[in-house]
């Protein structure tokens, strides 16, 4: 059987909810210019080649719906023959997708493949449009709350595991601080993808106009901030609580993609493969505290590996809540590596926004283009994911 | 010439500019508001990268000033949204706009100088029919039109509003000496019938007449205070509720408006009553000069005559001014015989409670007779100086100070010869027109004859008829009229001309009573007998508060299922009789229209809210759901209009019907008629009287206009989600318990609110008839009275007025 291999992740700057760059322009627009982009960065590769395409997504509904991995691949300009596929693991569907395009090519099912995710949340609310949990389901505790608001299950990590509210507003304005140090830096250029976006405007006539702006920075960064107006903020999910805006993640729009082909195939057409993902692992966990899924799933996953937490250079944790993130990574036991920046490195979902079924993929760019401007070997990104779940995948540099 | 004001332009943005903008926003009315250009550009302005170029510089204090009117409590728009009627700008660069609109009103600062100069800037660009006013509420008109050409003079007056416009009732209109009569007779009527306010026409004289007389009855009060050595809350307590003052009677509401405001007000008028005979009184006192040097002006200042300060408990603790000393010591809350004695007779109106207060024999009585008898000589001295005759000084008092009666009624109150009898042993100077009078054998101000209203006139010596206002239906006239058509004790039935009847309630806060209901079934046969139409309205300060839930909790303490359940069912059939009379039904909701109040006035075929209502259905307050009928309705309500088809093609009714759910669940209460539009109570197309006075006359007119086609409604059928939407207002639920923005029981009422919205055990997607949304409100108040939270909640309403969290 083939080996896996990823030549290439890209993604697009993430776009802040309602207001950013992203606002004006359809979902499937953002995800079918990143897989242009993507094919672009491989002339040697003919687009027939491109077996199949997953394209993972949280809600696909709406302009999502429709299969948004067919609707993207078509859009792309990808041949009739190349299929096109949707799934959803929440927030970790773009890391999934990467997964199991990866299983497909080694089972040897598929030659070439691109995997990646789309999200627009602009355009499709948290729990979708038409949101419609069963009428038989119980709310007593007797079942599982899958349909739990992110923000309680932020609360109560929060709260039972005494994360302090300085701690977690410690961990917003680091995430912010990386964030911007990184984008001052240039470090984002090479993984990004410009948009050219769609900006709706009222001419100083009256008329309404679509213009086209260009958009390749992250533009959801609050920095400089300060920790004494952190403070101040109030939590939006409870009252008394310690969760908020400053310590969350935001809702953002948003495309990465991954080109991914069996090594013979590279060779063939001679590209360099970037990496692989070498394991991956999801795990369950109480839905009530979604966010301390990557304290399951890290371990799960390094322990199929082999490794400890020392193998690995960088991680990629995802921060849908200071909360969720700082208990997992205190349970990993990996906090001085936090301290140290092996840990979100370039700032995290707190400062660059979560595009949810985006995102894993998302992190996938940062974390391979972060490896190879390092040098390093390992790295692991992982994912907590609404309904109680914990997602790990370890990507080993080629 | 026929004018008509389309578009306004106001003249300044300070807090009162602002206000007035907004306002007349609330009518419907786009505004420009401009204000001068700051004076220079800061260091923070440029770290903005701000220039004296940038716009948001140079029209910043009109910005700023719109941007206070949003976030003004009381507000002063109907809802934020009118925001976007007002375009801000400045002098400068936009006095261009002028030229489109059709009033211009300054509000700039009181200063002589600067209103000349900028309205000679006005009057270079306004077009020649505009009316232009200034709100100024010292300057002479003559002054400020001094320097204007003929046309402006024809065109300009006085027009004074009261701070805060939106609330206060009083609109002093000052005709200049060339002002044409046509512009003063449409710029009342404008201001009556489109602004809603309350007309006094005033003379061109120092503080017009709402602050002439205001300023005395204050100074009076506080020069009385000092005299007779009373203490802040003992003046209070006898200058209060019993004399028709509001609660916070004298030292109370000088804290709210500001000493300052006050003290400017009074100084002004010294200088400028040179020749008034009680001009001393308005010299600023000691005790409020030491109270401007200390800067302690009330509310403002966190200090005044009051200091609210918390106990070493933590329990809030109300200081007052010791003046002797100048320190705050604890207030409380004087008794004296006559105010108690007055209280008794409260539900005999305020003539009665002040007559009382009068013939007192403690320290409240003869405090109350020589602060009235002061006043009253001052007014009487007052006319024609300010103002025509005793009306306009009433109606300012009443509308600009919010004293229940004015001068004049408070003196007929007591009676006439009584009150100079006591002059007399005062030893104060009676005016000679009032010694005329009596000697006439005229011994009242007003005199009611069967012909209408009449007050003496102190010109001609004798009693003139007061005309009335054809577009102001006044019930106890009608009544007095033998235009009775049915009474009970909760409802009367009215004729009010024209072939409609208005229907009147009368309880307690307009409570809904067996009286009540039985009344609009026997209105709604005879209306549909007899009449072309019915008006459903009052001039109750509250249109209706909703079920009175002293009888609920009696029913439930009885165990009597039965009353109960009758009570649900009278009320639901008595408005389903409303809303299919073959005769149309208009609502006239002005005031609180809450519960079983908000439920009476959506089962109309239309209505006519008043600006200032107050309306929702907040049942869940009391542990109940509303079950006369007001979820059905606002179902009704939010699904009503959609094209035929779109429900079986899969409309998404997830956001309509969660917006209704939050209504109920969190018993939100609009704080205007617009937002009552917002919420879903009052349908988007009806129209709002923004005063009280016209509004049983406009809907006496939409009335008329539907009789002449009117059809009943056919029965509707209400699109539902069924189970579905129980799903998903489990889920939410659950988020709001676990957020502790609501209680367990918070969310048993919730749910049974969600069952009823859902339309019962059906699918997605169904139609349901209203009689079965109405068995499912009436199973679900039965349901959540048996509980014993339920009760626990009514029984603290009663108890305390506030709702109960359990």
């Known amino acids: ?398 | 010439m026929a004018y008509e004001i389309k578009k306004a332009a106001v003249l300044g943005a300070g807090v009162m500019g602002a206000t007035i903008a907004a306002h007349l926003t609330n009518a419907g009315i786009e505004c420009v508001l401009l204000d001068i250009i700051p004076f220079e550009l800061t260091e923070a302005d440029k770290a903005q990268g701000l220039t004296e170029k940038s716009p948001a510089w140079r029209n910043r204090f009109a910005a700023n000033g719109l941007a206070g009117v949003v976030k003004s409590k009381p507000a002063g728009f109907f809802t934020k949204k009118n925001a976007s009627m007002i375009k801000t700008g400045n002098f400068e660069d936009n006095l261009g706009w002028l030229a489109g609109v059709d009033w211009v009103i300054e509000v700039v600062i009181e200063n002589l100088k600067i209103k000349q100069e900028l309205f000679a800037k006005v009057e270079k660009v306004v077009r020649p029919d505009c009316i232009v006013t200034t709100n100024t509420s010292g300057i002479p008109i003559k002054d400020i039109t001094a320097k204007f050409g003929p046309k402006l003079k024809e065109h300009f007056l006085g027009t004074h509003f009261f701070n805060p416009p939106r609330y206060m009732k009083l609109l002093e209109i000052i005709p200049g000496q060339q002002t044409k009569p046509d512009v003063v007779a449409y710029m009342t009527r404008f201001c009556e019938q489109v602004l809603g306010k309350g007309i006094v026409i005033c003379k061109d004289v120092p503080n017009f007449v709402g602050n002439r007389i205001g300023s005395f009855d204050i100074s009076n009060a506080i020069r009385l205070t000092v005299d007779k050595n009373l203490k802040i809350d003992e003046a209070d307590a006898i200058i209060g509720k019993a004399l028709g003052r509001t609660g916070m009677a004298i030292f109370g509401t000088l804290d709210l408006v500001g000493l300052d405001t006050a003290h400017h007000v009074s100084s002004n008028l010294y200088a400028a009553v040179p020749d008034d005979e009680m001009r001393e009184i308005f010299a600023p006192s000691e005790l409020m000069n030491k109270m401007m040097e200390l800067k302690w002006l009330g509310n403002k200042t966190k200090q005044g005559f009051y200091k609210k300060t918390k106990d070493a408990k933590g329990k809030k603790a109300k200081l007052m001014l010791d003046y002797h000393t100048m320190e705050y010591v604890p207030a409380g809350k004087p008794k004296f015989a006559t105010v108690s004695d007055a209280k008794k007779k409260s539900d005999d109106g305020v003539a009665a409670t002040i007559k009382v207060m009068f013939n007192g024999t403690d320290i409240a009585g003869e405090i109350t007779r020589e602060y009235l008898c002061n006043n009253f000589i001052y007014a009487a001295n007052r006319v024609p100086e300010i103002c025509d005759n005793i009306i306009g000084i009433d109606n300012a008092m009443k509308w600009g100070y919010n004293h229940q009666l004015g001068p004049f009624e408070t003196w007929d109150a007591i009676g006439v010869r009584e009150a100079v009898e006591v002059m007399k042993k005062l030893k104060l100077k009676i005016p000679k027109k009032i010694e005329e009078m009596l000697k006439k054998g005229c011994e009242t101000f007003y005199e009611k004859k069967e012909d209408g209203l009449y007050f003496y006139d102190f010109e001609k010596k004798g009693y003139v008829k007061l005309e009335p206002n054809p577009r102001i239906i006044l019930l106890p006239d009608l009544k007095a009229q033998n235009k009775l058509i049915r009474k009970n004790g909760s409802a009367s039935l009215i004729d009010i001309g024209d072939g409609v009847a208005c229907l009147e309630f009368h309880t307690k806060m307009n409570a809904v009573d067996d009286g009540m209901i039985e009344m609009i079934f026997a209105a709604c046969d005879i209306v549909e007998k007899d009449f072309v139409g019915m008006v459903v309205g009052s001039h109750a300060t509250n249109f209706s508060v909703g079920a009175n839930i002293f009888k609920v909790l009696l029913a439930i303490q009885k165990g009597d299922w039965d009353i109960l359940e009758t009570l649900v069912a009278d009320l639901q059939n008595a408005n389903m009789r409303m809303k299919y009379l073959s005769k149309p039904v208009v609502s006239a909701p002005a005031g609180l229209a809450l519960g079983g109040g908000c439920e009476m006035a959506m089962h109309a075929a239309k209505c006519q809210p008043c600006g200032e209502t107050y309306i929702g259905l907040v049942e869940v307050g009391v542990g109940v759901i509303p079950a006369g009928g007001g979820c059905k309705e606002l179902m009704v309500r939010v699904t009503e209009g959609l094209p035929d088809g779109v429900i079986d093609a899969g409309l998404n009714l997830q956001h309509v019907y969660t917006k209704a759910f939050e209504n109920i669940a969190m018993a939100k209460v609009s704080t205007s008629a617009v937002e009552g539009m917002e919420l879903g109570y009052i349908r988007k197309t009806e129209n709002i009287s923004l005063g009280r006075d016209q509004q049983l006359w406009d809907a006496k007119q939409v009335a008329l206009g539907l009789a002449k086609f009117y059809r009943k409604p056919r029965p509707v059928m209400i699109p539902v989600m069924g189970e579905n939407f129980r799903g998903m207002t489990d889920a939410i639920l659950y988020n709001m318990r676990q957020g502790n923005f609501a209680s367990d029981y918070d969310v048993h009422v919730s749910r049974k609110v969600a069952h009823i919205l859902s339309g019962g055990d059906c699918a997605e997607g169904t139609l349901v008839t209203e009689e079965e949304i109405l068995a499912l409100e009436k199973e679900a108040f039965l349901s959540l009275c048996g509980e014993k939270k339920t009760q626990d909640r009514i029984m603290h309403m009663l108890n305390t007025g506030k709702p109960l969290r359990n």
Not at chain 1, 16 to 38: F, H, S
């Open chain 1, 1 to 398: 059987m083939s080996d896996a291999v990823i030549i290439e992740a890209v993604r697009s700057p993430g776009g802040r909810y309602k207001r950013g760059g992203l606002a004006g322009t359809r979902g499937d627009e953002i995800g079918i210019q990143v897989m242009k982009g993507l094919l672009a960065r491989v002339p040697a590769l003919k687009p027939e080649d491109v077996d199949d395409v997953i394209v993972g997504c949280s809600f696909p509904e709406a302009e999502q719906g429709m299969n948004y991995g067919r609707v993207i691949a078509m859009g792309a300009g990808l041949p009739i023959t190349t299929s096109g596929m949707t799934i959803n693991r929440f927030c970790s569907s773009g890391l999934q997708s990467i997964a199991d395009a990866t299983a497909k090519i080694r089972a040897g099912w598929s030659e070439v493949m691109i995997a990646g995710g789309c999200e627009t949340m602009s355009h499709i609310p948290m729990g979708g449009s038409i949101f419609r949990p069963s009428p038989e389901w119980a709310f007593d505790g007797t079942m599982p709350n899958v349909y739990v608001d992110m923000g309680i299950t932020a609360e109560n990590v929060a709260a039972n595991y005494n994360i302090s509210r300085e701690d977690m507003d410690k961990f917003g304005l680091e995430s912010n601080r990386r964030a911007y140090e990184a984008i001052k830096a240039g470090k984002f250029k090479e993984e990004i993808i410009p948009i050219s976006a769609y900006k709706y405007k009222v001419l100083q006539n009256g008329k309404r106009v679509r213009e086209k702006v260009v958009f390749d920075t992250d533009d959801g960064v609050r920095w400089p901030s300060k920790l004494e107006v952190m403070a101040k903020l109030k939590s939006p999910f409870k009252q008394g609580g310690t969760v908020t805006a400053a310590s969350s993640s935001q809702m953002t729009d948003g495309a990465a993609f991954c080109l991914l082909m069996t090594v013979e195939k590279a060779k063939a057409i001679g590209v360099k493969p970037l990496a692989r993902l070498a394991y991956f692992a999801v795990a369950g966990c109480k839905a009530e505290e979604m966010g301390v899924g990557p304290a399951y799933a890290i371990p799960k996953v390094l322990k199929m590996a082999g490794l400890t937490t020392k193998d690995i250079d960088v991680y990629e944790i995802n921060e849908a809540f200071a909360s969720q993130a700082l208990y997992s990574i205190r349970v990993v036991g990996i906090e001085d590596r936090l301290n140290a920046g092996d840990i979100n490195p370039n700032g995290g979902a707190i400062a660059l926004g979560h595009p949810l079924g985006c995102t894993g993929a998302k992190l996938t760019a940062q974390l391979l283009h972060e490896l190879k401007r390092r040098k390093a070997k390992r790295g692991i990104v992982s994912m907590c994911i609404g309904g109680g779940m914990g997602a790990a995948g370890i990507y080993e540099m080629l």
